[in-house]
C-alpha cells in the first residue's frame, strides 16, 4: 500500500507565495518521477511540473519562471514553491509520483488527494 500526503494549500492574495509539499509513504522500493498537476473549476486536469528521480525539472510554459519543483529523495518527498501567484493558478493542486513498490515491479502512477489553491484578485 502506498499513500501520497499532499499539504501546504490556501488561500493567498494575487503576487503572493506558496509552497506544497507531498509525502509518499508505505510499500515504496523506489520512486521514478514525481510531479504536481492541478485542475480548475470545469476544466481538466493538466501538468504543472515534474522532476525526474535524477533531479531534472520539466514545467508548464503557464508557471515557467514562477513555480519551481524540487525533491528529498530521503523523504520521498516533492516540493513545489509557488511565486507571483495569479488568480488563474487557482485550482486543485495533485501530487503524482511513479512507485515500484519491489525490485521486480514496474512503476506504477499513484495519486494525492489533492489540496486547494486559492489566488484572489
Known amino acids: 500500500q502506498v499513500q501520497l500526503v499532499e499539504s501546504g494549500g490556501g488561500l493567498v492574495q494575487a503576487g503572493g507565495s506558496l509552497r506544497l509539499s507531498c509525502a509518499a509513504s508505505?510499500?515504496?522500493?523506489?520512486?521514478?518521477?514525481m510531479g504536481w498537476y492541478r485542475q480548475a473549476p470545469k476544466k481538466q486536469r493538466e501538468l504543472v511540473a515534474t522532476i525526474a528521480s535524477g533531479g531534472s525539472p520539466n514545467y508548464a510554459d503557464s508557471v515557467k519562471g514562477r513555480f519551481t519543483i524540487s525533491r528529498e529523495n530521503a523523504k520521498n518527498t516533492v516540493y513545489l514553491q509557488m511565486n507571483s501567484l495569479k488568480p488563474e493558478d487557482t485550482a486543485v493542486y495533485y501530487c503524482?509520483?511513479?512507485?515500484?513498490?519491489?525490485?521486480?515491479?514496474?512503476?506504477?502512477?499513484?495519486w494525492g488527494q489533492g489540496t486547494q489553491v486559492t489566488v484572489s484578485s
Open positions: 503524482n509520483a511513479y512507485i515500484r513498490t519491489d525490485s521486480d515491479a514496474p512503476a506504477y502512477s499513484h
Open positions: 508505505g510499500n515504496i522500493f523506489s520512486i521514478n518521477a
